[in-house]
Each structure stands twice: as C-alpha cells, then as structure tokens.
C-alpha cells in the first residue's frame, strides 16, 4: 500500500512539475459519482368526431368541427383541413400544409364550396408529425343550389371588339342560368334559351351555326353554348341579349362590339348623281347591289347619270381598305345610251374600294337603258328609266 501511494504521489508530482513552469496553469482533481434521471415520451393523436355542418339551400360556406387529440396525445400546434370528392382532395377553410389553423378553436368555414357532395378530413401537425383524423364517416354535404333567377353571358366577343360580317367573321356565346348569388345550375337541362341582337345599331341580322342555330336551345348543365355566330350587317355598339323559357332575367353583362365588313363578294352601286337635277326628283343616297337592284329612277331626255360602283361583301356591306388584288368591272349598256368607261378598275385595298362611271341616256331613243355590269364570271343589272321628252 505504502509503495502504491509513493508511485501514485510521484507520478502526481512530476505532472505538476512538468505544466506548472511551462504554463503557470493549476490542476485540479474531479470526483466521480453515479446518479439517476427521467423522460418520457409521447405520440400526437388524431382528431375525432369531425363534422360538417348541412347549409341552408343555395349557401357555399360549410361548417367544419373536430375534437382535439386528448390524453396521452401531445398538443398538436396547429390542423389542416382536406375535402374530398370522392378520392379527390383540396384545401379547405384556407387552410394547407404550410398554412396551418391555429389549435384552438377546433373548428371553421370552408367557403365558396361549389354545388356537390363531399366529406372532411383534419389533419394535427407538430413540427415534423401529422396525425389524419378519420373522414367525417356518413357526414356528408351536398350544396343545393337555389332557384334558377337569371341568365347571364360566360362567353361572348370581348367589349370594343372588331368581329367581320357574315360570310368572313364568326364569334361564339355562352349564357349560363343562374341562382341569385351567379352560382349557375349545373343541375339544368331543361331551361331552352334563345340568343338574339340586343342594341342593333344597323338592323344586322344574326345567325349561328351550331344544333339549334339561335334558339331556343336546351342548356347542358346550365348552360347554351351557340357557335358559328355571325351578324349582317356593319354597326358600331352591338350588343347581345338572351331570353328563356321558363323566363327568366335578361344578361346585364352584354358586352358592345362592332360588326365590320367581310371580304369583298362583289359591287353595289353606292351612290348615283344626275345632271342637270332631274325633273322627277334626284335619286340620292342610292345604296342597292346591281343584282337585285330595279332602280326605276327617273331622269329627263339626254341627261347624264354618274354612279359610283362599290366593292361589297356579301350582305353588300360596302368594303373599306379590304384585302386583295383589283377587281375589273365590265360594263355595257342595252337601250338608248351609252357608258364610259366601259371598263373599271377596283383597287380592293384602297381606301375608297370603288370607280365612277358615267351614263348618258341617246338623244331621241327609248325610256330604258339597261346597265350590265360583269365582275368574276357573274353578271349583275340595273335599270333605269329615262324621262318622256
């Protein structure tokens, strides 16, 4: 023991000798001891007894509550809610993954929920853990729309746009049949709906090409989809208009577009001029298509008659800065009178798109002079009778 305690004391000794004059440090010895400790451990339950609450008809906002995770649970720090469709789930009461409620209350509003059937799930979330609660079972909400009281257009051409007449330019439209907060009636498919021109600045006439044309045509799942639309005649401020049966309220968000004209189809006669005035009255503003054109106008012996031919589409809309190469216009006179010249050049393109011509009814001839005019392979007249001597 003796020898045991020497080694050990000089052993000591030399270690303080060594690090004491090197590094004026002291050392110190540490006792050992033996002690007990503690913890326990926990797991983060799940939700129960989740509900959703029946609206009333016509409501989108559902009523969402669960009861917290009790004992031996850990406190969750805070839940989000899933909805499903069937297998399909989505975000609800705004909330998510990285978007939780907080943990008290144990409840929310899941609104703007379309019209369906649907059940709930709430997950609890601590930092990394997730606890799914168990779907809300046989609880299930099915939103009922409320009575259909109106009508209003999904598609329609945009505000201010430029649509070309029939025959070059089409559009589509939508009406919807809706409850009083615009939720449409996707349960519908009996209402019939009929499209028609609201503000019709230029008596346009308006056609679609689809099952039904304008109507009336039955809604699918609350809706009347008509395609190919197009309208007649150029104007500026058009509007569109729907009406249904059983009646229900006109659209209010009808859009104003305009109606230009369409490719050129051929020429009318978009003005005509006499001198000296004619003794019948003067035959201004005459605005008609050679082919379907008698105009009958009346004008004394040996006066001259000057027209302007237009190109036109074909609702003889009169085409302006149109598209194309020129277009020759043949003229020839039967009766007593001739026209010059007897040949026109159209520049479809040009600002104007049309070329005079004049007529000068023979001294002493008939009352009739009968003008053909050739363009494309097509031959189109007009008529007119001379005054008596």
């Given at each position: 023991?003796?020898s045991?305690?020497?080694?050990f ?6 270690l ?6 090197a ?5 110190y010895?540490t ?7 503690s913890?326990t451990?926990g797991n ?5 007894g989740?509900t959703?609450?029946?609206?009333t008809?016509?409501?989108?906002t559902?009523?969402v ?27 609800a009461?705004?909330?998510?993954p990285?978007?939780l409620l ?6 929310c509003d899941d609104t ?23 779907s809300s ?5 099915t939103?009922?729309a ?14 201010g746009?430029?649509v070309?007449?029939?025959g070059t ?11 009083a ?5 996707t349960?519908?498919?009996t ?14 006439v308006?056609?679609?090409?689809n ?5 009336p045509?039955f ?11 197009s309208?007649?005649k150029?104007?500026?401020?058009y509007t569109?208009t ?14 104003s577009?305009?109606?230009?004209a369409g490719r050129?189809?051929?020429i ?7 001198s000296?005035?004619?003794?019948l009255?003067?035959p ?5 298509a050679?082919a379907?054109?008698s105009?009958?106008?009346?004008i004394?012996t040996g ?17 302006v800065?149109g ?6 216009v043949g003229l020839s006179?039967a ?10 050049s ?8 049309s070329?005079s ?20 392979g ?8 001379m005054a008596?001597?």
């Amino acid at each position: 023991m003796r020898s045991r305690t020497a080694g050990f004391t000089s052993m000591a000794l030399g270690l303080l000798a060594a690090i004491g004059p090197a590094t004026g440090a002291s050392a110190y010895w540490t006792a050992e001891g033996s002690g007990t400790a503690s913890a326990t451990t926990g797991n983060l339950g799940s939700p129960t007894g989740v509900t959703a609450s029946q609206p009333t008809s016509g409501a989108t906002t559902v009523r969402v509550t669960w009861t917290a995770p009790g004992p031996p649970s850990v406190a969750p720090a805070g839940y989000y809610v899933q909805r499903f469709a069937g297998a399909t789930a989505s975000p609800a009461c705004g909330s998510s993954p990285t978007s939780l409620l907080p943990a008290t209350p144990t409840a929310c509003d899941d609104t703007g929920v379309a019209p369906g059937t649907y059940s709930y799930k709430v997950v609890a979330v601590l930092n990394s853990w997730t606890a799914t609660s168990a779907s809300s079972a046989s609880v299930t909400v099915t939103i009922v729309a409320a009575p259909a009281t109106k009508l209003a257009f999904t598609v329609q051409p945009a505000s201010g746009a430029n649509v070309q007449a029939t025959g070059t330019g089409t559009f589509s439209a939508s009406v919807a049949v809706q409850d009083a907060s615009g939720n449409v009636r996707t349960t519908d498919n009996t209402t019939l709906v009929t499209l028609a021109i609201g503000t019709n600045p230029s008596a346009g006439v308006l056609a679609c090409t689809n099952g039904g044309g304008v109507g009336p045509v039955f809604v699918t799942n609350g809706l009347a989809n008509f395609t190919g639309c197009s309208i007649t005649k150029v104007g500026i401020g058009y509007t569109l208009t729907a009406t249904s049966s059983p009646a229900l309220t006109a659209p209010v968000n009808a859009n104003s577009f305009n109606i230009t004209a369409g490719r050129a189809a051929g020429i009318v006669i978009s003005s005509i001029t006499t001198s000296p005035t004619p003794a019948l009255g003067a035959p201004t503003g005459v605005v008609g298509a050679l082919a379907y054109s008698s105009v009958g106008q009346a004008i004394n012996t040996g006066n001259v008659l000057t027209a302007r031919i237009s190109l036109a589409d074909q609702n003889h809309n009169l085409v302006v800065n149109g598209t194309g190469s020129t277009i020759t216009v043949g003229l020839s006179v039967a009766g007593s009178g001739t026209v010059s010249p007897s040949t026109l050049s159209i520049a479809n393109g040009a600002s104007t798109s049309s070329a005079s011509f004049t007529l000068t009814r023979s001294t002493g001839g008939g009352k009739t002079v009968t003008l053909t005019a050739t363009v494309a392979g097509t031959t189109q007249r007009l008529t007119v009778v001379m005054a008596s001597s």
